[in-house]
């Protein structure tokens, strides 16, 4: 087997590229401003076509409002 880590018990966030731990909100609040930077350019999104169409709905709506991105698809071509 190899070596075993242990988990994460708090996000780390890069400064200066160092990693320190950080609050959750911190670290959700630099996602959420990364996402906002690149909204509707560098992202896109998956959906399950065995999901509900609830879920679809909500991951389409999520897409478009929060991401302002209409790239997405819910139809798997395996």
């Known amino acids: 087997m190899g070596k075993r880590y242990e988990r994460l018990t708090t996000p780390l966030v890069r400064d200066d590229?160092?990693?320190r731990?950080?609050?959750w909100d911190e670290a959700l609040g630099r996602v959420a401003d990364g996402l906002s930077r690149n909204a509707?350019?560098?992202t896109g999104m998956f959906s399950c076509?065995?999901?509900t169409n609830e879920m679809n709905f909500l991951a389409q709506?999520?897409?478009r409002?929060?991401?302002?991105n209409n790239n997405i698809d819910s139809c798997n071509r395996t």
């Not at 409002?65 to 302002?68: A, G, I, S």
């Open 65 to 68: 409002t929060v991401l302002k």
């Open 17 to 19: 590229g160092e990693l």
């Open 61 to 63: 709506k999520f897409a």
């Open 49 to 51: 076509s065995k999901a």
């Open 21 to 23: 731990q950080a609050s």
């Open 40 to 42: 509707g350019t560098t």
